[in-house]
């Protein structure tokens, strides 16, 4: 029986909206102009090396962006929509006893934005993100840094009464591996059929 479940945010809570996508369709450019920076120096801000505002600045002319930084990350967090059958899901589980927690991979401010504006740090035990560990999925200590904070709250805690949820099959690999269970999420039938499987319900 899972005692514990920890979900990722993009593609699981939230629903699936690529910013750089979004960007690029409006301002009419190819994603290759995004893409060094969001293949390079966006990976820092994640890990929370540098505030992704001091990095976004020397790319917003190029970006075509006239406005400011703050307005751009406005822009860029304005149209995060939330899975409400999921946080359905996730309501129940706490009535049933079982923790639920947030881990994802987010740079400080969209993790602030999650948590606050989005209302979402409310539904769950703990939120555990990126830029605070420094380091972020799919690398094992992760996993580990989590399992770590969970047990503090739930004694005894196994690592097969954990079950993490992600989209990304590179993160449920790397979890699994550790001995954790582990859904890799397409919809949301196949993943409450294994939660109820899981919990005995």
Same mark, same amino acid.
């Given at each position: 029986?899972?005692?514990? &479940?920890?979900?990722? &945010?993009?593609? &699981?809570?939230?629903?699936?909206?690529?910013?750089?996508?979004?960007?690029?369709?409006?301002? =009419?450019?190819?994603?290759?102009?995004?893409?060094?920076?969001?293949? =390079?120096?966006?990976?820092?801000?994640?890990?929370?090396?540098?505030?992704?505002?001091? %990095?976004?600045?020397?790319?917003?002319? *190029?970006?075509?962006? =006239?406005?400011?930084?703050? *307005? %751009?990350?406005?822009?860029?967090?304005?149209?995060?929509?939330?899975? *409400?059958?999921?946080?359905?899901?996730?309501?129940?589980?706490?009535?049933?006893?079982?923790?639920?927690?947030?881990?994802?991979?987010?740079?400080?401010?969209?993790?602030?934005?999650?948590?606050?504006?989005?209302?979402?740090?409310?539904?769950?035990?703990?939120?555990?993100?990126?830029?605070?560990?420094?380091?972020?999925?799919?690398?094992?200590?992760?996993?580990?840094?989590?399992?770590?904070?969970?047990?503090?709250?739930?004694?005894?805690?196994?690592?097969?009464?954990?079950?993490?949820?992600?989209?990304?099959?590179? =993160?449920?690999?790397?979890?699994?591996?550790?001995?954790?269970?582990?859904?890799?999420?397409?919809?949301?039938?196949?993943?409450?059929?294994?939660?109820?499987?899981?919990?005995?319900?």
């Amino acid at each position: 029986m899972i005692k514990a &479940v920890v979900f990722d &945010v993009d593609g &699981v809570i939230l629903k699936y909206n690529l910013f750089s996508d979004r960007y690029c369709k409006r301002f =009419n450019l190819s994603r290759e102009v995004l893409a060094p920076f969001f293949r =390079n120096e966006f990976r820092k801000s994640v890990i929370g090396e540098v505030d992704i505002k001091k %990095l976004l600045k020397k790319y917003i002319d *190029e970006w075509k962006w =006239n406005r400011s930084i703050d *307005e %751009l990350m406005e822009y860029w967090l304005s149209e995060d929509e939330v899975n *409400e059958e999921m946080i359905q899901l996730i309501k129940q589980l706490n009535q049933k006893g079982v923790k639920t927690y947030i881990g994802s991979n987010q740079e400080r401010h969209r993790a602030e934005h999650i948590q606050l504006q989005l209302g979402m740090r409310k539904f769950f035990a703990a939120t555990f993100f990126s830029h605070a560990f420094g380091v972020k999925k799919p690398d094992r200590e992760f996993f580990l840094r989590i399992f770590k904070e969970i047990k503090k709250n739930i004694k005894n805690l196994k690592k097969d009464q954990v079950l993490f949820v992600d989209d990304q099959e590179e =993160n449920v690999i790397s979890a699994r591996v550790l001995g954790f269970k582990i859904h890799h999420y397409r919809d949301l039938s196949r993943l409450k059929k294994q939660i109820a499987h899981l919990t005995g319900a």
